[in-house]
């Protein structure tokens, strides 16, 4: 697939063609989560989302192609970060928020099906790393605000207390099959948190 195939998604449009993006990609959300993106074909996300199938396949052109549009939807719909005066807080609730997401019966599969896209496909990767890129900024100012409050040092890597809060809570969700909890969530957070305190996280050079 061209780099350039999703390329129509990226600019926002407006009107009747965002009303018929935004049908296709929740169709094309339910299906992934659902049957998984082996399975996903373009004539029946048409058929669910009550498009004509040559509008999926002119715009979309591929199942991957469609999978790189619903990652740069979720970007362009992420979330904001929380405010709760202190780290350890601001840490629970993104490790918090993260459970909520991959525990849901709908978003789950999802993002299974999401990493499964990205990994063979190089436009759905980088979709994906766009996705990330974007919660990653989101919730950078907490950890620039415990800066702020002398709770860690200056040179601490906001990006990498951030991977540190939701990598173990993936891990689970892609690898072990262990519970995706509130323990877990409060476990990721508080380690997070005493590395980010000891500095462990710190910019090299």
Known sequence: MSQNTPGS?????????????????????????RNGLADLDLAEVAAHAGVGKTTVYRRWRTPTGLVTDLLTEMAETSLPHADTGSLRGDLLANARLVVKTLTDPRQGPLFKSLVAAAICDPA?????????????????PCVAAAIGRGELAPETDARAVL???????YYRL?????????????TAAE???????????????
Do not use: K, M, N, Q
């Open 174 to 186: 892609l690898t072990t099959g262990d519970p995706i909890d509130d323990h877990a969530a409060t």
């Open 9 to 33: 998604g990226l600019l926002r449009p407006g009107g009747r063609t965002a009303r018929v993006r935004e049908s296709v990609l929740r169709a094309a959300g339910d299906l992934l989560s």
């Open 163 to 169: 991977s540190a809060v939701s990598a173990p809570l």
């Open 191 to 205: 380690a997070a948190t005493l590395a980010a305190e000891a500095g462990l996280f710190a910019r090299l050079g």
């Open 124 to 140: 759905a990767a980088e979709a994906l790393r766009h996705f990330y890129d974007t919660r990653l900024s989101e919730w950078s």
